[in-house]
T-cell receptor, first 109, second 115 residues
Framework: GQQLNQSPQSMFIQEGEDVSMNCTSS?????WLWYKQDPGEGPVLLIA?????ELTSNGRLTAQFGITRKDSFLNISASIPSDVGIYFC?????????FGTGTSLTVIP | SQTIHQWPATLVQPVGSPLSLECTVE??????LYWYRQAAGRGLQLLFY??????ISSEVPQNLSASRPQDRQFILSSKKLLLSDSGFYLC??????????????FGPGTRLLVL
């Protein structure tokens, strides 16, 4: 199946720093989604984007749906220790969802 | 509100034994349902999805099968487990794919260890 290019693969940052990660695809998507997964648990939806160019915030998280519909980014401002986890992007077209390979985030107190 | 349940949470099975993992969704009707496997190292591999009762699409040929006996119930099965079937199995449901506002929600997962 199709896989999205997600970067960076991992990040080690100091508490309080901002974080940025992105996903690109060769295909156009109708929807971009961002998830966070803690160890041993299912991914939890953070932000859903439905329109090209859309910029959406959820607390300290901000995500954008790229204007070409082939990319999206997620920013986390003022990181805190509980932000630790793996972040996944996903693109939706038809009945299927395609996932990035994940960004592992470590926050150093 | 909608909730998705999976059980069991953890399972240890011998090679060659059968498997049955169950997923149920509450609070919505006629959802699309999905089974994914997540091996160590994060990637999500789509195994099956269903757009309605009795309708199953298989993405990866293997010794697993899926069934949807009721609108909000999705079952992942195997007649004989292999060592390579070990992994973290995630069930998900989605809404809005026909409106181009598709959103997908995941269950808590089942950790399967085949020995």
């Amino acid at each position: 199946g199709q896989q999205l290019n997600q970067s960076p693969q991992s990040m080690f940052i100091q508490e309080g720093e901002d974080v940025s990660m992105n996903c690109t695809s060769s295909s156009i998507f109708n929807t971009w989604l961002w998830y966070k997964q803690d160890p041993g648990e299912g991914p939890v939806l953070l932000i859903a984007l439905y329109k090209a160019g859309e910029l959406t915030s959820n607390g300290r998280l901000t995500a954008q749906f790229g204007i070409t519909r082939k990319d999206s980014f997620l920013n986390i401002s003022a990181s805190i220790p509980s932000d630790v986890g793996i972040y996944f992007c996903a693109g939706q077209t038809g009945n299927q969802f395609y996932f990035g390979t994940g960004t592992s985030l470590t926050v150093i107190p | 509100s909608q909730t998705i349940h999976q059980w069991p949470a953890t399972l240890v099975q011998p090679v060659g034994s059968p498997l049955s993992l169950e997923c149920t969704v509450e609070g919505t009707s006629n959802p699309n349902l999905y089974w994914y496997r997540q091996a160590a190292g994060r990637g999500l591999q789509l195994l099956f999805y269903s757009v309605g009762i009795g309708q199953i699409s298989s993405e990866v040929p293997q010794n697993l099968s899926a069934s949807r006996p009721q609108d909000r119930q999705f079952i992942l099965s195997s007649k004989k487990l292999l060592l390579s079937d070990s992994g973290f199995y995630l069930c998900a449901w989605s809404v809005g794919t026909s409106t181009r506002r598709g959103t997908q929600y995941f269950g808590p997962g089942t950790r399967l260890l085949v020995l």
